[in-house]
């Protein structure tokens, strides 16, 4: 089980470091307002003076400005701390069986893969197909479908497809372009560069926490030992 949260670590030392320049400048910003504000109000002409609804606008719009820049830097502590949490959480998850939206697959050359498709309307003709990097196409009949979730297996060995990534795709008798889930062992959880959260799943590789479909539960002993290789 991995889950790695040094990227985490690093972006919320930077978030704090960016936090506190963040909050020097508005400081800053603050006690030059004053001054001028103390200056303008020196150098007024005594008999004509400005409107001191002018300073206390003014004094309004800084107060606005710090709560804006306050209301800014409490939104990204929380957004670091809610990224923490959803690692933590899916961590809890690594070596269950998860379902993944997907346009690749990768294949061992020996070990078959489970997947699904879903129709929105039924196919009197229905195929998947791979290719591969050398451009060769490998049809999986499915045949007549009805609407709703289709599920198949990708035998390498039957189909005499060797190790590799493939891409995929369903074809329809009603030309429709329908997604494809792949099922594979939750291997590792970690915060990317850009501190989003990149989940590497067995069969398909990293990929976002927005391609996850569903969550198949524990993975047996025998498959894991097989798809911990990817």
Do not use: C, W
Not at 73 to 86: C, G
Not at 109 to 133: E, H, I, M, P
Not at 144 to 163: K, R, Y
Request: hydrophobic share 35%; charged share 10%; glycine share 8%.
């Amino acid at each position: 089980m991995t889950v790695s949260l040094l990227n985490n670590n690093t972006s919320n030392n930077a978030g704090t470091s960016g936090t506190s320049i963040t909050g020097n400048s508005a400081s800053e910003a603050s006690d030059m307002f004053t001054k001028l504000l103390v200056a303008q109000i020196r150098n007024q002409d005594p008999l004509s003076p400005t409107d001191p609804a002018q300073f206390v606008q003014q004094l309004t719009q800084l107060s606005q400005t710090e709560t804006l820049q306050n209301l800014s830097n409490l939104t990204s502590a929380n957004s670091s701390i809610l990224q923490s949490m959803q690692v933590l959480s899916l961590g809890a998850q690594v070596g269950s069986n998860v379902m993944a939206e997907t346009t690749t697959v990768k294949l061992d050359g020996s070990t078959k893969v489970s997947g699904q498709t879903t129709l929105d309307a039924a196919s009197s003709a229905t195929s998947l197909v791979l290719t591969g990097s050398d451009g060769v196409d490998h049809t999986i009949n499915l045949g007549v479908q009805a609407p709703g979730t289709v599920p198949f297996t990708i035998d390498p060995a039957q189909l005499g497809l060797g190790e590799g990534t493939y891409t995929m795709k369903v074809v329809t008798s009603t030309g429709s372009k329908p997604t494809i889930d792949i099922q594979g062992r939750l291997n590792s959880v970690r915060l990317g560069a850009t501190g989003s959260v990149v989940l590497n799943v067995a069969n398909i590789g990293e990929t976002s926490t927005t391609a996850i479909t569903a969550f198949n539960g524990p993975a047996t002993a025998a498959a894991s030992a097989t798809q911990s290789a990817f």
